[in-house]
């Protein structure tokens, strides 16, 4: 009998959306094709010189080069508390409360197992970033997907959630501003979420990869809503500095939680990791202790120019869209007749143009497409006249 290589969990995926939409991409590009990829949701443009040169300054002290093993360095955690009480007039501890992570992926990897048990649920939204579900998989819970649609500004109701999966479930996540549907949520939601956990019995997370790139009000955070306590809510919320700062290579991030769900994640991660490089960490604190630096509202303002640049040459296709208030993703509606599959096949074998098709999300998403506003404003104009000089 053929010894079996790959383990059944891994074989019990659904496709991963990004790999097939990088095989075309891949496919296409070998044909010759100038390929315009507005697939990719990773920040084009460089770290800002002032977290460079807070690297190059801690890369050089010996001290930061052993294992990293706990939460996180002081000077992070620091950093981190004094990010949230700034940013948000959120008050925490950063001893108790604050966990460093290697890329919010990380922690919201880890997550599942340490606060759930095989069997036990996790209620998604509906349309995610694929991580949320694909972990708690492997950790052998049963994955409860809260529908999302235009309607219901891609926001899910917890209140559909059944009783029979309220009372199996241990971990309810929100994303906010959404990836992939830009969509923002007020304190209320957050409140909302808090409440129904706490109800129920469950643990409520919250990712918030986004919240600093805005084109309208900041974004809030879990911690606002009134009856969130960071010492007897049950809820945890991650923040990354990876589109922040223009860091995604750099892997560094935190979790602010109550102080038992931040002990367990920092269990699970002590028998997976040996911590963050403490001279990331180090960098990390610099761009943390300066979100209000200049820089960092210039990453914002490219942004918005793409935005505005990329909506009318979106509408002209027939495509119905709404800016979006937050994040760097465009989520439109295909032109009448047209669905993502198609429409983002098209795109490709047509115009060159990467474009990710909802379908790859959920069924649920099947007549959406993503564009990712990480290409220069030049070239989201040729992609949208490229896509325009084809009848759709
Ligand atoms: C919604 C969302 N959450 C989390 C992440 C992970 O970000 P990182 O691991 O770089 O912090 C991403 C990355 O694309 C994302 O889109």
Known sequence: MPMRIRSRR??????????????????????????????????DRPTPRFIIDAMQRAVAKPENHPYAYGGG??????AAAQFMLRRFNVNVDPARHILCCIGSKEGLAH?????????????VPEIHYPVYSTTASFAGLDVHFMPMNESNNWTPDFEDIPTDVRSRARLIISNHPNNPTGSCVGIDHYEKQVRFASTHNLVAASDQAYSEIYFEERPPSLWQAPSAKLDS???????????????????????????????????????YDSGCFAAVQEAGAAALDHYDHPDVAGIREVYRERREALIPGLRSLGCVVVPPKAGFFCWARCPKGWDSNRF????????????????????????????????????????????AQLKW
């Open 233 to 271: 809510t049950h809820a945890i919320e991650f923040h990354s500095l990876s589109k922040t700062f223009n860091m995604t290579g750099w892997r560094v991030a935190f979790a602010v939680g109550h102080p038992e769900i931040i002990a367990a994640l920092a269990s699970v991660k002590s028998n």
């Open 111 to 123: 997550l599942p197992i340490a606060v759930a048990d095989p069997g036990d649920a996790v209620c």
């Open 344 to 387: 983002a096949d098209r795109a490709l074998d047509e115009a060159a143009v990467v474009v990710v098709p909802g379908a790859g999300f959920s069924p649920a998403a099947k007549d959406y497409f993503r564009i990712a506003l990480t290409v220069e404003t030049p070239r989201l104009r040729d992609a949208m006249d490229r896509l």
């Open 73 to 78: 360095t002081r000077l992070f955690r620091d």
């Open 10 to 43: 891994l074989d019990a995926l659904p496709p991963f959306v990004f790999a097939e939409v990088d095989r075309n991409r891949r496919a296409k590009a070998a044909t010759g094709a100038d390929i315009i990829n507005l697939g990719i949701g990773d920040p």
